[in-house]
């Protein structure tokens, strides 16, 4: 069955101080693994595919990488503004479905 | 261009109404997903259009939920019969297809409260 565990379920960081989150899957054959930011009363926003072992995408503060069986998303020297409740999501292949984790709630302290 | 869109944005009801939850996907996007999120939790699947047809509605929990896409552009999603338990946020995804590894693209959701 396909799955998503994610941890911490919540995260408190000083402002500056950088973190991982960790996103474990299993999934028949992975077709891509998507992260997401949601901010409370508001949908999901993507934030990055990733498709096989080694890849890595970048924005800002934020670096998601992708092994076999896990994904981290790594925060450095995070503010304020970056505190959310992040989401990962894995589709299999030959599927249409994505499965969500329940987050992981970040919080980042001025 | 403008985003999902998904009207209204909170919907409160009374145990054993009928409610309906309209979704305007991104212009040109053939698929289109409905989730449910409970309050601490990832959105759950219910389910899936590819054009005007549910390819997958395997999520949907019982009868009483049901959804349409009519002619491809907006779906919505029907609840007869509303019960407590149906209290949830109920998230609308686009995407440019279903199958390639296309990312969704959500609304804000409809908070649907049922008293």
């Known amino acids: 069955e396909d799955q998503v565990t994610q941890s911490p379920e919540a995260l408190r960081l000083q402002e500056g101080e950088s973190s991982s989150l960790n996103c474990s899957y299993t999934?028949?054959?992975?077709?891509?693994l998507f992260w997401y930011r949601q901010d409370p009363g508001k949908g999901p926003e993507f934030l990055f595919t990733?498709?096989?072992a080694g890849e890595e995408k970048e924005k800002e503060r934020l670096k998601a990488t992708l092994t076999k069986k896990e994904s981290f998303l790594h925060i450095t020297a995070p503010k304020p503004e970056d505190s959310a409740t992040y989401l990962c999501?894995?589709?299999?292949?030959?599927?249409?479905?994505?499965?969500f984790g329940t987050g992981t709630s970040l919080t980042v302290i001025p | 261009g403008a985003g999902v869109s998904q009207t209204p944005s909170n919907k409160v009801t009374e145990k054993g109404k009928y409610v309906e939850l309209r979704c305007d996907p991104i212009?040109?996007?053939?698929?289109l997903y409905w989730y449910r999120q409970s309050l601490g939790q990832g959105p759950e699947f219910l389910i899936y259009?590819?054009?005007?047809?549910?390819?997958?509605d395997s999520g949907l929990p019982n009868d009483r939920f049901f959804a349409v896409r009519p002619e491809g552009s907006v779906s919505t999603l029907k609840i007869q019969r509303t019960e407590r338990g149906d209290s949830a946020v109920y998230l609308c995804?686009?995407?440019?297809?279903?199958?390639?590894?296309?990312?969704?693209?959500f609304g804000n959701g409809t908070r649907l409260t049922v008293t």
């Open positions: 995804a686009s995407s440019a297809s279903g199958l390639y590894n296309s990312p969704l693209h």
């Open positions: 999934v028949s054959g992975l077709r891509g």
């Open positions: 990733l498709y096989s």
């Open positions: 999501a894995v589709q299999a292949r030959g599927g249409n479905q994505f499965y």
């Open positions: 212009s040109g996007h053939t698929a």
């Open positions: 259009f590819q054009g005007t047809g549910a390819a997958d």
